[in-house]
């Protein structure tokens, strides 16, 4: 089969990826999105890559602050939080409203409870088809201590939960 988009969607799609949150503040107004394509990049320096999706109000507001905070999801709560900032939103909605957060370094906001998060400074965008390529260092970074059975992955279409292998 060729390679094209209905051929290429549902072959990527079988590669399970994990879910997590991007956010930003920019001009005094929180953005969030949801992201799937995130990578580790580099140990030294310590580096990230996320993608921005282009149709996203968040990647303008990256790309404006340069900063941006990202939180892993798990369970019931990390799928809500991840279907709502998924959707195109209202240009005067904030996502973030009623999501528990705590704020990192340069009052960037992240996921209260998320299994894992970063503030990390973006040092290079690449304008890549429908998304920008992020790669940015990590300023700081930590992770909950708590049952790490529920982590949410996307997987052929849909959100899942990673269970152990009985």
Excluded: K, N
Excluded at 52 to 61: E, K, V, W
Excluded at 98 to 110: E, K, Q
């Amino acid at each position: 089969m060729a390679a094209g988009a209905a051929a290429y969607r549902p072959a990527i799609g079988r590669f399970a990826t994990g879910v997590a949150l991007v956010t930003t503040v920019w001009q005094e107004r929180r953005y969030a999105m949801t992201a799937s394509a995130l990578t580790s990049v580099s140990l030294d320096p310590i580096l990230l890559l996320v993608c921005l999706a282009r149709d996203s109000q968040t990647r303008p507001a990256v790309r404006s602050s340069g900063v941006f905070g990202l939180s892993v999801l798990s369970g019931p709560r990390g799928r809500e939080i991840a279907e709502r900032c998924a959707r195109s939103a209202d240009p005067d909605l904030d996502q973030l409203e009623g999501i528990p957060l705590r704020y990192g370094d340069g009052g960037l906001p992240v996921l209260e409870g998320a299994l894992a998060w970063a503030v990390c400074t973006v040092t290079q965008t690449l304008d890549s088809g429908s998304y920008d390529i992020a790669v940015a260092t990590v300023d700081s970074i930590g992770t909950d201590d708590r049952d790490l059975d529920d982590p949410l992955v996307y997987f052929d279409g849909s959100y899942r939960y990673l269970a152990p292998h009985r």
